[in-house]
């Protein structure tokens, strides 16, 4: 067989470890904020990071998946690997979060250009943001509370 025609096998899988009743709803900023806060690595005050919580049809959450860790005031997050996540997922929305270790909650120009950017993707991928967080161990931004979505 001519290696030229070879090509390598894509497997794409999701195993749910939680059953859908105890998954946990996103109907508020404050929900998004504490399963975030839940499930952050513990460099929450030393690295900045950018997560998504997949989420269903009823809100609810299907997993939480790190995007991208970077250093103390950036991270660099590649669109493609969101939305590889959020279908991969099977997931209908997302909620995005990033850290800012310096504690401040206003969002960066590089945010919000961030922000808009992943907005566009979902709608043509029939996926819809709902929220994206700043957070801080103690509080926490939200673009959707702030009309910014």
Known sequence: MNSFFSVSEIELTYKSKVKASDRP????????????LHNWSDQIEIQEEFNILLLNQANRVIGFYNVSKGGRASTIVDAKVVFAAALKGN???????????????????QDIELTKK??????????????????????YYSFADEGKI
């Not at 709803?25 to 975030?36: C, G, L, P």
């Not at 997931?91 to 120009?109: Q, T």
């Open 25 to 36: 709803q996103i109907i508020t900023s404050q929900n998004a904020f504490d399963v975030f």
């Open 91 to 109: 997931a209908v929305s997302l909620v995005c979060g990033h850290n800012h270790p310096s504690y401040s909650l206003i969002p960066s120009l």
């Open 118 to 139: 992943l907005v566009a993707g979902a709608k043509l991928l029939d996926l819809k943001i709902l929220d994206h967080l700043i957070i801080t161990p103690v509080d």
